[in-house]
């Protein structure tokens, strides 16, 4: 080995160590961390808002509880003579299997079909 090889040697040897030194502080100052020493954000103390909104949910709920519900308008003839008069809307195919797919020719004769085979 010559001289310059030592040395190139020698600061490569440097440069990794260096390298090591740094990722090894850098693990301890992100990793090596323990808990915060404030954790007061972790503690669950109810604010007075907090506690006038749960009064008032609580008040809400007991008032819901309580209440009676009529069930004498079923009874009622009025009521019975009503009738239901709703339509049964058919299921229809309705837009393109596929609407992500680009529209070409193709696309819209095998919609076609397949709209006019169900």
């Given at each position: 080995?010559?001289?310059?090889?030592?040395?190139?040697?020698?600061?490569?040897?440097?440069?990794?160590?260096?390298?090591?030194?740094?990722?090894?502080?850098?693990?301890?100052?992100?990793?090596?961390?323990?808990?915060?020493?404030?954790?007061?954000?972790?503690?669950?103390?109810?604010?007075?808002?907090?506690?006038?909104?749960?009064?008032?949910?609580?008040?809400?709920?007991?008032?819901?509880?309580?209440l009676q519900i009529?069930?004498?308008?079923?009874?009622?003839?009025?009521?019975?003579?009503?009738?239901?008069?709703?339509?049964?809307?058919?299921?229809?195919?309705?837009?393109?299997?596929?609407?992500?797919?680009?529209?070409?020719?193709?696309?819209?004769?095998?919609?076609?079909?397949?709209?006019?085979?169900?």
């Open positions: 080995m010559n001289m310059n090889t030592k040395h190139t040697s020698k600061k490569n040897l440097i440069l990794g160590a260096a390298i090591v030194v740094i990722v090894t502080v850098a693990m301890f100052y992100f990793f090596g961390k323990g808990p915060a020493e404030d954790t007061s954000l972790l503690k669950a103390e109810p604010s007075s808002e907090a506690a006038m909104v749960g009064a008032r949910v609580l008040s809400l709920l007991t008032q819901i509880k309580s009529d069930t004498d308008l079923f009874l009622d003839p009025a009521y019975r003579t009503l009738r239901d008069y709703s339509v049964v809307v058919p299921p229809q195919n309705v837009g393109r299997p596929n609407p992500f797919a680009p529209l070409s020719s193709n696309a819209r004769s095998s919609s076609a079909t397949t709209s006019s085979g169900r």
